[in-house]
T-cell receptor, first 112, second 114 residues
């Protein structure tokens, strides 16, 4: 089982739709979870951190479920500009450090 | 005023050559990273340095040698390039090495080995 798994998609949704992505991780001792966004041929950029209590930033909501070992990202009222690849990041322990481990990303296409 | 910059942006070279990629950050961060993103889009960490000291080395072939002359720079030298080295290489930095620090990525270097 891969350390971090995401459905690669693509998720093809109309403007205004609500879409949700999940990301599962295998190491229960993992710390610190994030969602990054990567546009085509660009670098990843932090979208939001993910806290146990859940957190919201405008149209974006992130949640962590430690019992089931997954994180989620919900996007409400999708915009064309939300089209991108969404990467989850988990930090499993390894040899005394925590190693930032990226999922392969979920592709979102928002169409008019 | 680019925060994390890399040179070159594109690199096309023959198998067997040696090449270097440079990275600089002007954020005053202590920690820098090299990542490789392959054709399947997996972004995998290769190395991490904190204040010029190596802290993460993720079983990368020893043809890859990072060098950090100071905490604002982390260069990557690759010897005897192979076809499988073709990828996008991203440099990143974070304020510190504590788990959970936000990482800021450079624009990437697209390496093609022929």
């Amino acid at each position: 089982r891969k350390e971090v798994e995401q459905d690669p998609g693509p998720f093809n949704v109309p403007e205004g739709a609500t879409v949700a992505f999940n990301c599962t991780y295998s190491n229960s001792a993992s710390q610190s979870f994030f969602w990054y966004r990567q546009d085509c041929r660009k670098e990843p950029k932090l979208l939001m951190s993910v806290y146990s209590s859940g957190n919201e930033d405008g149209r974006f909501t992130a949640q962590l479920n430690r019992a089931s070992q997954y994180i989620s990202l919900l996007i409400r009222d999708s915009k064309l500009s939300d089209s991108a690849t969404y990467l989850c990041v988990v930090n499993p322990p390894s040899g005394g450090s925590y190693i930032p481990t990226f999922g392969r990303g979920t592709s979102l296409i928002v169409h008019p | 005023d680019t925060a994390v910059s890399q040179t070159p942006k594109y690199l096309v070279t023959q198998m067997g050559n040696d090449k270097s990629i440079k990275c600089e950050q002007n954020l005053g961060h202590d920690t820098m990273y090299w990542y490789k993103q392959d054709s399947k889009k997996f972004l995998k960490i290769m190395f991490s340095y904190n204040n010029k000291e190596l802290i993460i080395n993720e079983t990368v072939p020893n043809r890859f040698s990072p060098k950090s002359p100071d905490k604002a720079h982390l260069n990557l030298h690759i010897n005897s390039l192979e076809l499988g080295d073709s990828a996008v290489y991203f440099c990143a930095s974070s304020r510190g090495q504590q788990v959970g620090e936000t990482q800021y990525f450079g624009p990437g270097t697209r390496l093609l080995v022929l």
